[in-house]
């Protein structure tokens, strides 16, 4: 029996042992966490409230502050931005004949709250010169007047007068020196007056025969030779030139002088710069101009009274052609005008050509 409850005793002393004694692997005493433990959260939020709480702070807003602001702009909204007054004011007729400009004005939205019509912007612009000029700014006062009262602008009339003025200021005779006298006696002669030519009429003036070989055209120009092929007319470009006196089609003018049209269908020679086509092993076409001109950038580009289309009769070998050359043509001239839309693109054609270049 002694034996028995001295188990038992002995049992009942392990188990205290087992129950007092803290192993190094468990958790320390109520109220000390240990270091394996994160700490709790000190909020209760949910996940999700944390989640908003974090982006209003990344936005550098609280939760708090934004309400505050959504209810300041709601606040804002009740009453009429300074963007809605700028779009309603693009939309109000103007009836007045003076406009301020202002942040956001077209030549259009004046002209179509104006005149009821966007197209009419040109109108305005001939009632204010300084517009076109670029010298008026925000802020500045443009005149509106009724359309009835806006004159009308004819660029082409303008430009005839300003030639006009040009062809007045000019000397009487030509640069070359004195008029050239002749005799009244010497014979006229009506070269030209019975040729047709295309888009122009021929205007009468005088050609004075002076010998076989030489006639004076309008006091101012001598012209020698033939007509033939074995003797051209020897002509300057002064002489072709002057076909811009009385024929300009753009301008309504479609006058082509005697002296021009004495020259069509007859033989001429003259001398000029010469421009070759590119590429090709052969030229059988070239421009022959007053001025040097390379065709891009060197020299002056050729107007219609100053140049000539050639046809050759004989091909220019590529090893004689250069980028500019000059030399002297011989051909049959046509007085030909080529219009688009009343604008003159060339004028002089020559045919059955032979050329002789200066290398």
Same mark, same amino acid.
């Given at each position: 029996?002694?034996?028995?409850?001295?188990?038992?005793?002995?049992?009942?002393?392990?188990?205290?042992?087992?129950?007092?004694?803290?192993?190094?692997?468990?958790?320390?005493?109520?109220?000390?966490?240990?270091?394996?433990?994160?700490?709790?959260?000190?909020?209760?939020?949910?996940?999700?409230?944390?989640?908003?709480?974090?982006?209003?702070?990344?936005?550098?807003?609280?939760?708090?502050?934004?309400?505050?602001?959504?209810?300041?702009?709601?606040?804002?909204?009740?009453?009429?931005?300074?963007?809605?007054?700028?779009?309603?004011?693009?939309?109000?007729?103007?009836?007045?004949?003076?406009?301020?400009?202002?942040?956001?004005?077209?030549?259009?939205?004046?002209?179509?709250?104006?005149?009821?019509?966007?197209?009419?912007?040109?109108?305005?612009?001939?009632?204010?010169?300084?517009?076109?000029?670029?010298?008026?700014?925000?802020?500045?006062? $443009?005149?509106?007047?009724?359309?009835?009262?806006?004159?009308?602008?004819?660029?082409?009339?303008?430009?005839?007068?300003?030639?006009?003025?040009?062809?007045?200021?000019?000397?009487?005779?030509?640069?070359?020196?004195?008029?050239?006298?002749?005799?009244?006696? @010497?014979?006229?002669?009506?070269?030209?007056?019975?040729?047709?030519?295309?888009?122009?009429?021929?205007?009468?003036?005088?050609?004075?025969?002076?010998?076989?070989?030489?006639?004076?055209?309008?006091?101012?120009?001598?012209?020698?030779?033939?007509?033939?092929?074995?003797?051209?007319?020897?002509?300057?470009?002064?002489?072709?030139?002057?076909?811009?006196?009385?024929?300009?089609?753009?301008?309504?003018?479609?006058?082509?002088?005697?002296?021009?049209? @004495?020259?069509?269908?007859?033989? $001429?020679? $003259?001398?000029?710069?010469?421009?070759?086509?590119?590429?090709?092993? @052969?030229?059988?076409?070239?421009?022959?101009?007053?001025?040097?001109?390379?065709?891009?950038? $060197?020299?002056?580009?050729?107007?219609?009274?100053?140049?000539?289309?050639?046809?050759?009769?004989?091909?220019?070998?590529?090893?004689?052609?250069?980028?500019?050359?000059?030399?002297?043509?011989?051909?049959?001239?046509?007085?030909?005008?080529?219009?688009?839309?009343?604008?003159?693109?060339?004028?002089?054609?020559?045919?059955?050509?032979?050329?002789?270049?200066?290398?």
């Amino acid at each position: 029996m002694r034996f028995i409850w001295a188990i038992i005793a002995g049992l009942f002393l392990a188990a205290g042992v087992l129950i007092f004694r803290s192993p190094d692997s468990e958790t320390a005493p109520s109220g000390t966490p240990s270091e394996s433990t994160p700490a709790p959260e000190s909020d209760s939020s949910s996940p999700g409230d944390r989640v908003s709480s974090l982006a209003l702070a990344a936005a550098g807003t609280s939760s708090d502050e934004a309400d505050s602001e959504a209810d300041s702009e709601t606040t804002v909204t009740d009453e009429p931005s300074a963007v809605s007054e700028d779009v309603l004011s693009q939309d109000q007729s103007i009836t007045a004949t003076t406009h301020v400009l202002v942040a956001g004005d077209t030549l259009q939205t004046i002209a179509r709250r104006r005149y009821g019509d966007e197209r009419l912007w040109r109108k305005i612009v001939d009632a204010n010169p300084d517009l076109a000029a670029g010298k008026l700014e925000l802020g500045d006062t $443009i005149e509106l007047p009724p359309l009835e009262s806006i004159k009308v602008v004819d660029p082409a009339a303008s430009l005839i007068a300003d030639l006009d003025t040009g062809r007045t200021a000019r000397p009487e005779t030509s640069t070359g020196g004195e008029a050239i006298e002749v005799s009244p006696e @010497a014979p006229r002669l009506d070269l030209g007056l019975d040729r047709e030519i295309l888009d122009a009429t021929v205007v009468p003036g005088e050609l004075v025969r002076l010998a076989d070989d030489r006639f004076v055209a309008d006091g101012e120009f001598t012209i020698r030779g033939e007509g033939t092929r074995e003797a051209p007319y020897r002509v300057s470009w002064e002489l072709l030139a002057s076909a811009a006196d009385t024929y300009r089609p753009s301008l309504g003018e479609r006058g082509i002088p005697q002296r021009i049209a @004495a020259l069509d269908g007859a033989w $001429i020679r $003259i001398d000029g710069y010469v421009a070759f086509p590119l590429g090709g092993e @052969a030229a059988t076409e070239i421009l022959v101009m007053l001025n040097q001109w390379d065709g891009c950038c $060197i020299g002056v580009p050729p107007t219609p009274y100053d140049a000539i289309e050639v046809a050759l009769t004989n091909a220019v070998p590529r090893s004689q052609r250069h980028a500019i050359s000059f030399g002297t043509l011989v051909g049959r001239l046509q007085v030909s005008p080529y219009l688009v839309e009343n604008w003159l693109v060339g004028l002089y054609l020559m045919d059955d050509a032979e050329i002789n270049l200066e290398l």
